[in-house]
């Protein structure tokens, strides 16, 4: 059985070459995510046919952020397909309307602050001053309140998050995972799959260190060789 604490992102932009991946893959992934660069490119239809075919699990990330009634008109048609995990960004007001939406068919995590952002970043959005995973702590804590079933966040916040009050009986699941040696890409607040299993993740999103990989079965067994020393 495989050790689904792995959520492989299949950012390949086209379906069939997610297929074909899964397929190499086979049992020692049971769980994968699909993004928003396989929107136009068959995500839907290769979530379905990952679901019903393969018998996979399904983490669709839409990272959805509109008003209330529309987040939950989108919510409610995803919903309808079967998904584990949606995602929508972890303002209070998303994440209600998206949960309302769901009602309870998928589970609905909240986006923390991305990974690839640091400080930098947060300045040029206008974020407010402040340490970075104090913000992303604070943002996970409302997302909780506001009744999210998890949170995205990467590992670096993920021990202050697991310790939260409201973080019982929640999901924490850790982009940003790099397997020693990896290329970090554009991600900046990274960690191995070891030390965000260790730090309190449920669950640990890889991409490119699989997808990339010139023998991706082989990356993703080291990988989950990894989380098992976590
Ligand atoms: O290739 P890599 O392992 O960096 O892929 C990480 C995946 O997790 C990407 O699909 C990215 O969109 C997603 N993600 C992220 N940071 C977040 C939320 C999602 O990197 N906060």
Not at 196 to 218: E, F, N, T
């Amino acid at each position: 059985m495989s050790d689904d604490r792995l959520i492989v992102a299949l950012d390949l932009g086209h379906a069939l070459a997610g297929l074909d991946l899964a397929r190499r893959l086979g049992d020692a992934v049971g769980f994968y995510k699909i993004g928003l660069g396989m929107l136009t490119g068959g995500g839907l239809a290769l979530a379905r046919e990952l679901k019903d075919d393969f018998g996979k699990r399904i983490f669709l990330d839409m990272k959805l952020f509109d008003i209330p009634a529309t987040v939950h008109e989108a919510v409610r048609g995803l919903a309808a397909f079967d998904i584990d995990f949606l995602t929508v960004h972890g303002d209070p007001h998303v994440v209600r309307a998206a949960v309302e939406g769901a009602a309870g068919r998928t589970k609905i995590l909240a986006v923390t602050v991305l990974t690839s952002l640091d400080r930098a970043d947060l300045d040029a959005a206008l974020i407010r001053p402040g340490d970075l995973a104090a913000i992303t702590v604070e943002r996970a804590a409302r997302a909780f309140d506001a009744g999210a079933d998890g949170v995205i966040a990467s590992p670096h916040e993920a021990a202050a998050i697991r310790a939260l009050p409201g973080a019982a009986g929640r999901l924490i699941v850790t982009p940003g995972v790099r397997p020693a040696g990896a290329a970090a890409g554009d991600q900046k607040r990274i960690a191995t799959p070891a030390a965000a299993i260790a730090a309190g993740a449920d669950h640990i999103v890889v991409g490119r260190p699989v997808w990339q990989a010139p023998d991706p079965l082989a990356a993703a067994q080291a990988i989950l060789g990894e989380m098992a020393t976590g």
